[in-house]
């Protein structure tokens, strides 16, 4: 059985930085691509960042944390990471994480390309 389990999220102030992390277990960590996704309320889950599956090869961000987030991954302990800096109000939202099978070093933005998903954990930036 497939488990993606965030950890992390809380409430921050603007400007802080928070650190996620998403464990899994029950697949061969080291043949997925990894993405992170977030949903604030009353909109739909957006991209975020993603990582291939050798983690040392491609990322991708999505324009709006571009330099203030940083997408990585430890395939020894089965775990990807969002590095979070400098964060604003608007970046509050439930972070999700998700894996895509991949057969090439390369990072996925679409969510029906990620097969199994976690259950989130909740970021809160204050003003």
């Known amino acids: 059985q497939v488990q993606l389990v965030e950890s992390g999220g809380g409430l921050v102030q603007a400007g802080g930085s928070l650190r996620l992390a998403c464990a899994a277990s029950?697949?061969?960590?080291?043949?997925?691509?990894m993405g992170w996704f977030r949903q604030a309320p009353g909109k739909e889950r957006e991209f975020v960042a993603s990582i291939s599956w050798s983690g040392g090869g491609s990322t991708d961000y999505d324009d709006f944390v571009k330099g203030r987030f940083t997408i990585s991954r430890d395939n020894a302990k089965n775990t990807v990471y969002l590095q979070m800096n400098n964060l604003k109000p608007e970046d509050t939202a439930v972070y999700y994480c998700a894996a895509a099978r991949s057969w090439s070093d390369s990072t996925w933005k679409r969510e029906f390309e990620y097969r199994y998903w976690g259950q989130g954990t909740q970021v809160s930036v204050s003003s």
């Open positions: 029950g697949l061969t960590f080291s043949s997925y691509a």
